[in-house]
């Protein structure tokens, strides 16, 4: 079974710093989908970044990126220059299978605290 | 253009009772799908309704059901409430169906069954 792991539940960061999130799964599959969900508390739960795991490039969004290891089944994000805004839970999640089969997992999330 | 939208924000039922929710997603989307948040098991995926069709079901018991009206909108029901269903219910929608795709959440309806 497709499972996701976040092993930091909580981390913190200095505005204007630099902090990576872990995320690892497990899979047999060889082509997937990962992303990383952003929920602010309060607000609506919004998609930071994709990545297709036939894809080597490492997806980037501004000041957001990823660094997939596929071999490693390692999927961390990496935000640069740290904004209040950035504070929230983090979920990274996994997705295989296509059409109208497909399998959705998420992780347990990692909540980001942003410290001015 | 509105986002997409949950009704009702909160909910109080007893157990045994059922729960209709109400999702309306943004206007042009097709695809509407459904999730439950919880703090003991997290985010997870419930169904996918697209064309008023239920494309994909997540590990859920029959007690979870849902439907898609042919203006998109969709509800979900659970009957025969338990405690345990106590969570967030998320939805979101996208313009085309599958959820690899870009999907917009709405702010979720929050249900506590006493």
């Known amino acids: 079974a497709q499972t996701v792991t976040q092993s930091q539940p909580e981390m913190s960061v200095q505005e204007a710093e630099t902090v990576t999130l872990s995320c690892t799964y497990d899979?047999?599959?060889?082509?997937?989908?990962l992303f990383w969900y952003k929920q602010p508390p309060s607000r609506q739960m919004i998609l930071v970044i994709r990545q297709e795991a036939y894809k080597q490039q490492n997806a980037t969004e501004n000041r957001f990126s990823v660094n997939f290891q596929k071999a490693a089944k390692s999927f961390s994000l990496k935000i640069s220059d740290s904004q209040l805004g950035d504070a929230a839970m983090y979920f990274c999640a996994y997705l295989w299978g296509g059409g109208s089969n497909y399998k959705l997992t998420f992780g347990k999330g990692t909540l980001l605290t942003v410290n001015p | 253009k509105a986002g997409v939208t949950q009704t009702p924000r909160y909910l109080i039922k007893t157990r045994g009772q059922q729960v209709t929710l109400s999702c309306s997603p943004i206007?042009?989307?097709?695809?509407v799908s459904w999730y439950q948040q919880t703090p003991g098991q997290g985010l997870q995926f419930l169904f996918e309704?697209?064309?008023?069709?239920?494309?994909n079901k997540g590990n859920f018991p029959g007690r979870f059901s849902g439907r898609q009206f042919s203006n998109s909108r969709s509800e979900m029901n659970v009957s025969t409430l338990e405690l345990g269903d106590s969570a967030l219910y998320l939805c979101a929608s996208s313009l085309v169906p599958g959820v690899a795709n870009e999907q917009f959440f709405g702010p979720g309806t929050r249900l506590t069954v006493l």
């Open positions: 206007s042009g989307h097709r695809s």
């Open positions: 309704y697209f064309s008023e069709t239920q494309r």
């Open positions: 899979t047999s599959e060889s082509d997937y989908y």
